[in-house]
């Protein structure tokens, strides 16, 4: 194997998919980065059982190969080279020289063959979506994810395309992610030129890297492929590959309110820089906050013996009953003021212990549903 | 001195008390003698825990009035008859100890069935004549929890008995008796943990490993899920465990074990039984050939399941991608710990290290990922994140405000317990509602949760309530209402903190150091042990030799 290619390019490539290679595992050789030169491109891989990626950076190449080589020394190194063309020739011992200007290092390589090859989604559901959308859609759903191992099928992200069989739902793109306390939904109509049918549990993991890949990005398609244990992603040059999430996604069509008793309308900013202050006091007793809506405005208040306490006052259109009551845990709060990309927010309250339910204005896309403390004050 | 032989009936009592600790000792005598008479039905009543009343019934060979009386003395047998015997037991019992000390502190009464097949066996008011053991008995809640326990290990190890236990009118346990493992399971542990269940089948040079294991996305606080039968007989042997644990290191978590139901068979001249009087020891000619066996037989059933799942999902279960200090975060937020917002912005961003005035102790790095090396500029100061966060959590809920404050779940969820821990979660259920859970039963042995302490909403309700529910019915508990409730308050303080090995990002390490510094003693956790170490500028010094 022998080629050379800008430092540039290399770069961009090798810190995108070093991310996924994992260091702490039992099979050394995943902590590996897979180089094969072919034509005028080189192919890298990696995979960590979990997830896979491979991409290809442009490249002059003098001898077509493949090697492997350590992911974390060899990012190390790219992220320090100067920005200048990239030699690299792979030697007798399974040497690599990497060499620019007048300098060089050898790398111990290893063999192509020893890396367990992607397992690539061959066949299955399929549907294309624009970059942009899913970025969003992806943004605004994954942070509500459980974090414990425990709950397996809450560390996905379930992931719906087709007619939706919840009534008024004219979405045909939906995530939804929740962590048994707060649950996040997002939807989109996009065209699509059949229906997929597809409803299956993605890592949170895989998406975040996605995300990762296509921010910022407004061209082309992202091709999705699904089969019975995996999802792939196609972006351009890149190639993400994950297991799927075997299991019973919890049915939250059931814990979407029907109506509600109090709805007011308020700034998304002013309501976040609130929330955030409150936060400060609040999480000295469990992030605990009051609402209340009263005299038109929504009163969000905390306290927490022997530190103090916050009273914040926004002004809000209300409409429905006034004097509505309830404490919810702050930062469930400010997670999801901090992804709505909305000038105003309307937050709902039904009667009593019911669900909060925070929605941009006037977007029918985007839906998230808190669920409310009982407090011994209000018992 | 004039030294004499003791008469019969204190010889009795003394190996009563031996054998005989708590009505669950009686339970386990008798469940034996009905097996070892071959029974395929085994009926267990207790009332009050046992303290009033223990009878089991079977429908095993049964005894004539004549071998009733015979049965009573002291070393009475059927089991045994030559001491060539006793290297080839293939039987529960064969001391011929049982009866006669059982007889010997409480009423006792056997019953053969008229018909000729099947013996009732009622002991009634046990320790009437040794006060001093009867007030050593624990709580009724306790005690039931031991019976339970009993039936459940003997339910597992003849899944082709039924086994039907009932307290107080009420019946607590109902295994079919099909002779297939998994209904026995069904019957102990309920269909949820049935379901991550796989079976294990391995052959080793003297003999056979098998049964069930738990699939690595699920496991349990304690060791008491994991149960092995040698030869048929429940064991307890801390190498098995070992083994056993051993196959599943690295698949999950530190300080959390599998479920297993784990059975060897091996050449009864392999393994000596004879070790305790409770015969619950076993001693092995060849350890080293018996954990490996165990470890194998695990290694290749997780190996299958591992498949199964698509790609090896274990091996990288938990694999950290984000290193700390680094700026790279996963979008995923706020689930992790909700410290950061006693952070002020600008601290966020300095790269630079320096100490915050403002702040007790500056966070320097997190260690192992266990400990937050942290200073205040003169002293370096280690923090153990599970007792600082513990400590923080416990005098939340001691607040007025928060102390009862409840999470209200979006789906509730059910939750199936063992006999031994809904006794134990009965027992404590008006003081976790003062916490914050609101839970209500839903069938026998099953609950459903509708809430959770506020302070505990990062950890999955159901995983929190057992792990609470483990440590309950391990502690026995206190019949002293303060105390309960002190101690479901460490508890529920303990489950809901930060464990070691979780990493935290700088913000959340100088967070949960503010809010300990908040608290009524930041220096110690509610056990007592400490939350840090101070190495002083002199310490330090002097360990140098400066």
């Not at chain 1, 949170?204 to 992603?233: C, M, P, T, Y």
């Not at chain 1, 930062?331 to 937050?347: F, G, P, S, Y």
């Amino acid at each position: 194997m022998e080629f050379n290619c800008e430092k540039k390019e290399l770069q961009t490539g090798v810190s995108m998919i070093e991310k996924i290679v994992s260091t702490r595992s039992t099979l050394p050789i995943i902590g590996n980065l897979l180089f094969e030169a072919q034509k005028n491109s080189i192919k890298i891989s990696a995979n960590n059982l979990e997830i896979g990626m491979e991409l290809s950076i442009k490249a002059t190449v003098s001898k077509e190969g493949s090697a492997l080589l350590p992911a974390k020394t060899l990012s190390g190194i790219v992220s320090k080279l100067p920005e200048t063309k990239i030699g690299f020739k792979l030697g007798e011992n399974s040497t690599i020289k990497i060499n620019y200007d007048q300098s060089h290092f050898n790398l111990h390589a290893l063999p192509a063959d020893e890396f367990p090859a992607l397992n690539k989604v061959k066949e299955g559901k399929t549907f294309n979506i624009s970059p942009e959308t899913l970025h969003s859609m992806i943004k605004q759903t994954i942070f509500a994810v459980s974090g414990s191992e425990e709950k397996y099928v809450l560390t996905g992200v379930l992931l719906e395309a087709g007619k939706s069989s919840q009534a008024g739902d004219q979405t045909n793109v939906r995530l939804v992610a929740t962590d048994g306390y707060r649950l996040a939904k997002r939807g989109e109509k996009i065209e699509l030129k059949s229906d997929p049918g597809i409803s299956v549990i993605v890592p949170a993991k895989a998406l975040s890297e996605l995300a990762k890949i296509i921010d910022g990005r407004d061209k082309g398609e992202v091709k999705i492929h699904v089969s019975n244990e995996q999802i792939s992603f196609r972006y351009d040059d890149v190639y993400l590959v994950s297991r799927l999430i075997q299991g019973q996604f919890p049915d939250y069509r059931q814990v979407i309110p029907k109506k509600s008793a109090t709805k007011i309308t308020l700034s998304a900013s002013e309501m976040l820089r609130a929330a955030e202050r409150a936060a400060v006091i609040a999480a000295g007793s469990a992030n605990v906050s009051a609402f209340e809506v009263r005299g038109g405005k929504l009163y969000i208040t905390a306290n927490t013996p022997d530190v103090g306490s916050v009273t914040e006052v926004i002004a809000a259109d209300v409409k429905g009953v006034e004097k509505a009551r309830v404490s919810f845990n702050i930062r469930l709060i400010t997670d999801v003021l901090n992804v709505i990309d909305a000038e105003m927010v309307t937050l709902e309250l039904g009667e009593g212990l019911s669900p909060g339910v925070i929605k941009p204005e006037g977007q029918t896309e985007y839906l998230y549903i808190v669920m409310p403390i009982r407090t011994q004050e209000a018992a | 001195m004039t030294i004499k032989l003791l008469p019969d009936d204190l010889i009795n009592k003394i190996a009563a008390g031996e054998v005989i600790e708590r009505p669950a000792s009686v339970v386990k005598e008798l469940v034996e003698n009905s097996l070892d008479a071959g029974a395929t039905r085994v009926m267990v009543e207790v009332q009050e825990a046992g303290k009033k009343l223990i009878s089991v019934a079977d429908n095993g060979s049964g005894m004539t009035e004549a071998e009733t009386k015979l049965a009573l003395q002291r070393h009475s047998t059927s089991k045994i008859t030559s001491a060539d015997d006793l290297f080839a037991i293939k039987t529960l019992g064969f001391r011929g100890e049982a009866l006669p000390s059982i007889a010997s502190v409480a009423k006792m009464e056997l019953a053969p069935n008229p018909a000729g097949q099947g013996l009732t066996a009622e002991v009634k008011t046990l320790f009437y004549n040794t006060p001093a053991r009867k007030k050593f008995l624990k709580s009724n809640a306790t005690e039931m929890g031991h019976i339970g326990d009993i039936i459940a290990k003997y339910a597992l190890a003849r899944p082709a008995v039924a086994f039907r236990l009932t307290a107080d009118g009420k019946v607590l346990l109902n295994s079919p008796g099909t002779g297939n493992l998994l209904d026995a399971v069904l019957a102990v542990y309920g269909p949820e943990l049935t379901r991550e269940l796989v079976p294990v089948d391995h052959p080793f040079r003297s003999g056979r490993v098998h049964g069930l294991i738990s699939r690595p996305t699920i496991s349990r606080l304690d060791k008491n899920y994991e149960t092995f039968f040698v030869n048929g007989r429940y064991v307890k042997n801390f190498l098995l465990n070992r083994a056993l644990e051993e196959a599943y290191r690295t698949l999950i978590p530190n300080g959390r074990y599998p479920v297993a139901i784990l059975f060897v068979e091996i050449d009864p001249a392999q393994v000596d039984v004879n070790v305790h009087p409770t015969k619950r020891e076993v001693k092995f000619a060849d350890n080293t050939m018996v954990m490996q066996a165990v470890r194998e037989a695990v290694q290749v059933a997780l190996e299958v399941t591992g498949k199964d799942m698509g790609a090896d999902a274990g091996i990288d279960a938990g694999g950290e991608m984000v290193e700390i200090g680094s700026n790279d975060q996963l979008p995923i937020s706020g689930f992790e710990t909700g410290l950061q917002t006693l952070i002020t912005a600008s601290n966020s961003e300095s790269t630079e290290l320096s100490v915050d005035p403002a702040q007790p102790l500056t966070p320097i790095y997190q260690l192992m990922p266990t400990y937050i090396v942290a200073t205040d500029g003169r002293e370096l100061v280690l923090i153990d994140q599970h007792a600082a966060h513990e400590r923080t959590l416990y005098d939340q809920l001691s607040g007025k405000k928060t102390a009862g404050a409840s999470q209200i779940l979006l789906v509730p969820e059910t939750i199936e317990l063992s006999v031994g821990e809904t006794l134990a979660l009965m027992s404590n259920l008006d003081n976790l509602k003062c916490f914050g859970f609101e839970i209500a039963e839903f069938g026998s042995n099953s609950f459903i949760v509708r809430a959770v302490p506020a302070v505990s909403a990062k950890i999955p309700a159901k995983q929190l309530l057992h792990d609470i529910v483990t440590e309950l019915l391990e502690e026995g508990g206190s019949t002293q209402l303060e105390v309960k409730k002190e101690n479901i308050r460490k508890l529920v303080a303990c489950h809901s903190a930060i464990k070691a090995g979780e990493r935290l990002t700088p913000l959340e390490m100088a967070g949960l150091i503010r809010a300990l510094f908040l608290t009524e003693n930041p220096l110690t956790c509610p056990h007592g042990r400490p939350t840090m170490i101070r190495i002083s500028q002199a310490e330090l010094t002097k360990m140098f030799g400066r």
